[in-house]
């Protein structure tokens, strides 16, 4: 039977297809339950406070980048979203005079206007954002040079060869509200995948590339980075896929709270613990790879109780 059509936008795959019992399983996770899910090859790690919490993010670059030689580079990939681990980043990187000098980081996407990528003079530019927040603030006899900072382009083959001969030590992650990591969006439904969405292994086999919006990631970006105002969130954009990921050692992703809803963490963190891998929950196809962690700050967990506001 052909699954049944999204509640929220019919032309399009996503966790509103799922099987209702799934759906009333993930709402019952309690936090002390969700702790439980944990399993080889996938942490589930809690912070009673924010605080802790990125600076815990922080430091994950500062472990991966201090142990980068000139002959056996490692680099981090990071995602815009959370982006309070950054000054963090800098401030460690300048306070413990960490050379990151033979490292590498990789940006995980970028906006894209119908032509090519946004330039770092759009105010939502993750570059821009990475610079700004990062990068400009390191001590410049500490910070990598220029060409091992990679962001996505229109062209992907450069930012594609950039990950060879360099070791992904760590992939961070923030979960959105339609479950992607970068974004790495379900489909549309359409053509071959009318009536279901692409098996895992397809889905996996994707990398960095441009990518229509789900119209959920278009909303959201304009919550959390336009005050609301949608007209500003580009309707494409350039991601790292699924082939780059699986070439991270880790996958870090990290949840406080403020992207993605309390059903929404509870959701992925199921899925992924039982090993049910579906396209229209991206996220979930995280349960193949062989080492992941999800970090919760405690008091963004929330809860799927019914309450009227």
Known sequence: MPRKLSTIAPDWWDYTTLEDDLIRDAAKLTPRQIEKLARPGFRVVMYDTLEDFYLAEALEYIDAWRVSTPDNPVGICGPIGPTEQLPLVARLVNALEVSIRSAHFWGMD??????????VKHPLSFERADRELCFNKIDKTLC?????????????????????????????????????????????????????????????????????????????????????????VPQQAI?????????????????????????????????????????????????DHPNVQFNFFRGGLGTCEVEMH
């Not at 970028?110 to 330039?119: L, T």
């Not at 949840?255 to 309390?262: E, L, M, T, V």
């Not at 059903?263 to 991206?282: C, E, H, N, W, Y």
């Open 110 to 119: 970028e906006w894209y206007d119908g032509k090519r990528e946004v330039s």
């Open 144 to 232: 990598m040079a220029d060409e091992n900072l990679h962001f996505p382009k229109a062209n992907t083959k450069p930012f594609i060869d950039s990950w060879e001969g360099v070791r992904c030590a760590v992939m961070q992650g923030g979960q959105g509200d339609i479950k992607h990591w970068a974004f790495n969006d379900p489909l549309p439904r359409k053509g071959k995948w009318k009536s279901n969405p692409p098996s895992a292994k397809e889905y996996r086999k994707l990398g960095t590339r441009i990518v229509d919006l789900h119209p959920v990631t278009l909303a959201q970006n304009a919550r959390t980075s336009g005050g609301g105002n949608i007209s500003l």
């Open 239 to 287: 991601t790292v896929g699924p082939r780059e990921t699986w070439l991270a050692e880790k996958v870090s992703i990290w949840q406080a709270g403020a992207h993605d809803s309390p059903f929404g963490q509870r959701l992925t963190t199921l899925m992924i613990s039982k090993g049910i891998a579906d396209s229209a929950v991206p996220m979930s196809l995280l349960a």
